[in-house]
C-alpha cells in the first residue's frame, strides 16, 4: 500500500470497465463535463449534455476502458467502432472513434487523459484500423491541446453544427503498423 498521499501516475492502471461500474462511469463523466455548462454558450450546452447521456447509455459495442489510481475511477473513455458503410456526416467517423473521454476534476494534470487516448489508439492499432478519430469543440480547450499534442490532427470534412450548438470538431490520427 502506498504510504504517500497522491499515488504516481506509475500506479494508474487502465483497464476494460467492468459491467457494475457503469453508474460509477456516468458519475465520473458528469463531473468531468459539468464546468461546460458554464463555458459554453447557453444554447450549446443542451446538446451536449444531450450527447453524453445518450453516449453513456449506449449499448453499443463500445470498449469502456476505466483508468485506476489507488483504488480509485479517476478517469474513463469509450471507444466505438467505426460507423458501419463510411461517415453519416452527424457524429460518426469511418474508424474507431474514442468518446466521453473524462477525468475527475481532483485527478486532472496527472497525464490520465493522456493514458486513456493511448490505451485507445493502441488498441485501434491491433485491430487493424488505419486511423482513430474523435470529435471535440472550442469550449474544451484542454483537450484539444492533449489531442494535438497526441499527434491527431483537423479533419474538417468530418466536422458538424449541431442547431444551437458549437461547431463540432473533427480530429483523426493515422495509425502505422
Same mark, same amino acid.
Given at each position: 500500500m502506498t504510504t504517500h498521499a497522491h499515488p504516481t501516475l506509475a500506479e494508474l492502471r487502465i483497464r476494460d470497465a467492468k459491467p457494475?461500474?457503469?453508474?460509477?462511469i %456516468?458519475? @465520473?463523466?458528469? =463531473?468531468?463535463? !459539468?464546468?461546460?455548462?458554464t463555458i459554453m454558450a447557453p444554447t450549446a450546452w443542451p446538446g451536449l449534455q444531450e450527447a453524453i447521456l445518450g453516449g453513456l447509455a449506449a449499448e453499443a459495442d463500445a470498449d469502456k476502458l476505466v483508468a485506476e489510481l489507488g483504488g480509485e475511477l479517476v478517469g474513463s473513455v469509450f471507444l466505438f467502432p467505426p460507423a458501419e458503410g463510411g461517415a453519416d456526416g452527424g457524429g460518426r467517423m469511418v474508424w474507431p472513434e474514442l %468518446?466521453? @473521454?473524462?477525468? =475527475?476534476?481532483? !485527478?486532472?494534470?496527472r497525464g490520465i487523459g493522456a493514458a486513456l487516448v493511448r490505451a485507445c489508439v493502441e488498441r485501434a492499432r491491433r485491430s487493424g484500423a488505419e486511423a482513430i478519430g474523435l470529435y471535440s469543440s472550442a469550449s474544451m480547450r484542454a483537450a484539444l491541446h492533449l489531442y494535438e499534442r497526441l499527434g491527431f490532427t483537423r479533419t474538417p470534412e468530418y466536422d458538424f453544427q449541431p442547431p444551437g450548438g458549437e461547431l463540432v470538431m473533427a480530429f483523426y490520427m493515422p495509425l502505422e503498423g
Open positions: 457494475d461500474e457503469r453508474e460509477a %456516468r458519475a @465520473l463523466t458528469l =463531473a468531468a463535463y !459539468a464546468q461546460y455548462a %468518446r466521453l @473521454l473524462a477525468v =475527475a476534476p481532483e !485527478a486532472r494534470g
